[in-house]
């Protein structure tokens, strides 16, 4: 592991009998798991490179259980890890061996739909797709929609601020969200935002979505519904190469059209997918773009034309519209597969989501082929073209000695570009402990603190989820420290009328 | 004191800190008959920032404007209509309701108090839009938070919390939005006489269908004229407004008669909705934020005759103006899971009555101890929003 996570608690680990006994009385008989072979399954998230048994398992059924586990563990001292589906790419919910797993799969229930004010009450460990499938009937659906949306949680979605495919013009989680019940480390129950669109006082919800399981465990979202767009249309153009893909899609952007969502790939995963599918993409093409737009029938004819000329002037070498719904899901099967496609061509992969200005893709795709000669591994690259969100997979073999760390560092170098050409270090993923101590490449010891205080207003000992998203735990009391310039502090905010 | 420069107010709010004294940040001034009246001037300096000026960069095709604090939002605008983009939750200058002069917004005031148009009733609130920070917190700390492209998950969401702080977390001194073309046509339509549950209803069939209207209010009888007028805009390319208005004109045009509204009588609208000119001047007005669908009944509760009330995002946002006893007020709206904002009145109310609908007990004591961690001594506390308890 080179990911330094906090120093156990050996006298946590002393009193673990007390403390399954005492949860015990927490929550029902069967919600506390305790034996190794049973806890096996929680050791990882979907970072499989990074595994670790947690102290105990709890598995609450109601928000009154987690905020009686919370407060008993904030009182007696004890980290705790929140999980939903445990489908984290960022390591998020990583066990710690001195923490409670807290998991959040017994919160399995749609609570209510409310298709007029259109949205729907759930509980956390409600799988993503089926707030959906629950609001279909009403002819709504909930707009994020990561790949992995069958098995992830909302919780977890929360957790992340995920996105999916079509955030382009739908937004990441974070932008349809109306509220949470949260429950602080100290056991507090608070609803932050609600079925109004905003709520009195300072946004915390806004600052608890993506917060990573760090800020409180949620248990109740409350998020937007929206209708299902009437049509729905793809366009799969291939470009000789990644430049003229890539001016492609900024003018289709300048043109005032915001498509659904708007995804490239490069040869390698052009490839891939068309051999693991064959779903009939060019194999001539450099870059690849699916470019999906829905709304009225009319709508999408007319964007479809745009849209098609657009590529044309781009020198596309084919350009293919769907012309039936069998048809547009074939255009899609190549890039939903890309993943397991590229596991066939490499035993092991490592997927990464930097995000950069759109305009430095092509040269930013250059250096990525330079730093694959440099590490000696094999990449593919796909990505949300229109947002410069980036996945590159890279390529390698965790059996052979050594691989595992390269990827690692080729992974940290293309971040590093990222942040270098003004981009970002995660579009989607979270920075658990995959990217923490990359932290400091894009904000500064000032900027870092400033988040870190909020931390200290929800949970002042910092005992849930500790060793995530921040690479250096510094104690609340240090980071609540005032500097004052040359002068005495005369109030310490005294109310003043 | 108006600082040219971000070391600038830097300086100045170390000083603030030093000498204990209190800033109150202030953009244009467009909302500051906001709140509390500030008693304790003696106390207390202006940090007027409207000194950071100018659009630090602009790529239309990213979709991404990085702009000074300071700078007007007109300037903006124009900017960005030359590139025929909007910022899509549709800021008002609402400095009219307060008896101002309009023009004077700035981006940073824009931001610090959050408040969004009619098409965020689709488009999000302004907080969904602002990517990216630079800020001087309380400490006397200068620091960034987001990003400065579309897509960004990287630590806390700090943008979020600063959008609608209102000036108590830290001086804003530049922000990053995030921009979207403007629609090629605008059609807006109106319904005449539409009792509130039938507008409600009427409007929340609208949004829930595939019509995608892009403003869906309704101004209650008495306001715009005597009977009341339910109004709807369609946007986008003309081939798509021509679909969504047949797709409308399907779904309620058999009940209703639908009235295409000229550009004149669109800008008017706008314009009443900006200024709340159609409201009687002397009352107190209060901005009440509920679930849509409880606007109908909730208004019908707490008007008294002789008030005046319009809603808008389709009834979750509801302007009314009313001699209501705050208290009331407050509790029945809390009731339907609102909170109730006090927007315009004279002085005395608003040196007696909180701004913001006060919060539960545990979710009070959070907010106060995030603030704190921005603003531990209070710099930015000046009592405006107080109304009660807490100097911040
Ligand atoms: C094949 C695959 C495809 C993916 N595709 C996408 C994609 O397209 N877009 C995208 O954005 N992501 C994607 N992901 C990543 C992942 O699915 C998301 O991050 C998802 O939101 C995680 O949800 P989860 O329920 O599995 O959370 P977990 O993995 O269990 O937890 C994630 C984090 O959230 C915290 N957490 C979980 N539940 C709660 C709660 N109730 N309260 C507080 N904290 C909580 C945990 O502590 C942890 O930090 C993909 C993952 C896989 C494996």
């Known amino acids: 592991m080179s990911v330094a996570m906090p120093a156990v608690d050996e006298s946590v680990l002393a009193r673990r009998a007390q403390i399954v ?118 002819g709504l659906y909930y707009a994020p929609d990561p790949s992995s949306q069958i098995a992830c949680s909302i919780g977890g979605n929360v957790a992340e601020n995920s996105g999916g495919v079509h955030c382009l013009k739908y937004g990441l989680t974070t932008h349809n969200v109306l509220g949470v019940r949260l429950v602080t480390m100290e056991g507090e129950i608070v609803d932050l935002g609600g079925r109004a669109f905003d709520s009195s006082g300072l946004d915390l919800l806004g600052i608890v979505v993506g917060s990573e399981g760090l800020l409180g465990v949620v248990t109740e979202v409350t998020v937007r ?20 893909a890539a001016r492609c899609v900024a003018e289709v952007i300048a043109a005032g059209i915001i498509p659904a969502g708007m995804e490239m790939m490069d040869r390698p995963a052009i490839h891939a997918a068309e051999a693991f599918v064959q779903a009939g993409y060019p194999l001539d093409a450099e870059a690849l773009l699916i470019v999906e737009v829905d709304g009225p029938p009319a709508e999408c004819d007319e964007l479809v034309a745009r849209i098609e000329q657009l590529a044309r002037r781009n020198a596309a070498q084919s350009c293919r519209s769907s012309t039936s719904e069998a048809e547009r899901l074939r255009f899609w099967a190549g890039r939903k597969a890309a993943f397991p496609a590229v596991s066939r061509i490499a035993p092991d992969y490592y997927c990464m989501d930097g995000t950069i200005p759109r305009r ?42 050594g691989q595992l760390e390269r990827a690692e560092e080729f992974g940290n170098d293309i971040l590093r570009l990222c942040v270098e050409v003004g981009g970002v270090l995660t579009g989607e993923h979270g920075v658990g402990i995959e990217k923490r101590d990359l932290m400091p490449e894009m904000f500064s010891a000032d900027d870092l603190a400033h988040q870190q205080r909020v931390k200290c207003a929800f949970d002042p000992q910092q005992l849930l989820n500790p060793g995530k998203v921040f690479p250096v735990l510094h104690r609340c009391a240090e980071l609540g420290r005032v500097h004052v310039h040359g002068g005495a502090v005369r109030f310490p905010e005294l109310p003043r009328f | 004191m108006r600082p040219g420069s971000e070391n600038e107010v830097l300086e100045l709010v170390r000083e603030a800190m030093a000498r204990s004294r209190r800033l109150e940040l202030r953009g244009g001034g467009s909302k500051r008959q906001i709140g509390a009246p500030l008693d304790n001037v003696d106390e207390i300096d202006v940090l007027e920032l409207t000194g950071l000026h100018g659009i630090v960069d602009y790529d239309p095709s990213e979709l991404v404007l990085t702009v000074r604090a300071g700078t007007l939002w007109a300037e903006v605008e124009r900017a960005l209509a030359t590139e025929r983009q909007m910022l899509a939750c549709e800021p008002l200058d609402v400095a009219a309701t307060l008896g101002d002069a309009a023009g004077r917004m700035t981006v940073g005031g824009l931001v610090a108090s959050g408040l969004s148009g009619p098409r965020r009733v689709v488009a999000g609130s302004v907080r969904d839009h602002v990517l990216g920070f630079r800020a001087v917190s309380g400490r006397g700390e200068l620091f960034v938070g987001g990003g400065k492209v579309v897509k ?32 090629e046509v605008a059609r807006v339509f109106a319904l005449k006489g539409l009792d509130a549950p039938l507008a409600w209803q009427c409007l929340a069939r609208v949004l829930g269908s595939s019509v995608g209207a892009t403003a869906a209010m309704h101004f209650g009888p008495g306001t715009v004229g005597a009977e009341s007028l339910t109004v709807l805009r369609l946007e986008g390319f003309a081939a798509s407004v021509a679909a969504r208005l047949q797709a409308l004109q399907a779904l309620i045009g058999a009940r209703h008669e639908l009235h295409a509204l000229s550009e004149a009588e669109a800008v008017g609208l706008w314009g009443s909705l900006a200024s709340l000119d159609v409201l009687p001047p002397d009352r107190p007005i209060w901005r009440l934020s509920v679930p849509a669908r409880q ?12 008030d005046r009330w319009l809603f808008d995002w389709g009834g979750a946002l509801c302007w009314l103006a009313s001699d209501v006893d705050p208290e009331r007020l407050r509790t029945e709206v809390a009731a339907v899971g609102g909170h109730a904002m006090l927007w315009r009145a004279d002085a005395a109310l608003r040196r007696r009555v909180p701004t913001f609908h006060p919060l539960p007990a545990g979710l009070g004591t959070l907010e106060d101890r995030v603030r704190r961690q921005f603003d531990p001594l209070g710099v930015f506390a000046t009592a405006r929003f107080a109304g009660g308890a807490h100097a911040h």
Request: with cysteine; charged share 20%.
């Open chain 2, 152 to 183: 960004n998950v990287t630590g806390y969401d700090l943008p979020k919390l600063l959008t609608g702080s209102w000036g108590r977390l830290a001086a804003l001194t530049e922000v990053t939005l995030k921009v979207l073309p403007a629609p």
């Open chain 1, 225 to 244: 519904l929206l209708p299902k767009p009437e049509a729905v249309r793809a366009l799969l153009i291939g470009f000789p190469t990644v430049d003229d």
């Open chain 1, 360 to 401: 430095r893709l092509p040269e930013v795709l250059q250096r990525i082929r330079e730093l694959s000669q440099r590490h000696g591994l094999g990449v593919a690259n796909v990505f949300h073209a229109g947002d410069g969100n980036l996945h590159p997979l890279i390529l390698y073999d965790a059996n052979q000695p």
């Open chain 1, 21 to 138: 006994a005492a949860l015990r009385t927490l929550v029902s008989v069967d919600g506390v798991i305790d034996e190794v072979v049973r806890m096996r399954p929680y050791e990882s998230d979907a970072l499989t490179a990074y595994r670790q048994l947690p102290l105990v398992v709890v598995l609450p059924e109601t928000t009154l259980q987690v905020a009686a586990v919370l407060r008993w563990c904030h009182a007696n001292g004890v980290r705790v890890v929140p999980r939903g589906a445990g489908t984290s790419l960022s390591g998020g919910a990583l066990p710690l061996g001195d923490a409670v797993l807290l998991v959040l799969s017994k919160f399995s229930r749609i609570l209510e739909i409310d298709a007029e004010d259109r949205l729907a009450i759930v509980q956390s460990g409600v799988a993503n797709l089926a707030i959906s499938a629950a609001a279909e009937p009403h």
């Open chain 2, 295 to 306: 606007a109908p009944s909730l208004l019908a509760r707490c008007a008294a005759v002789g």
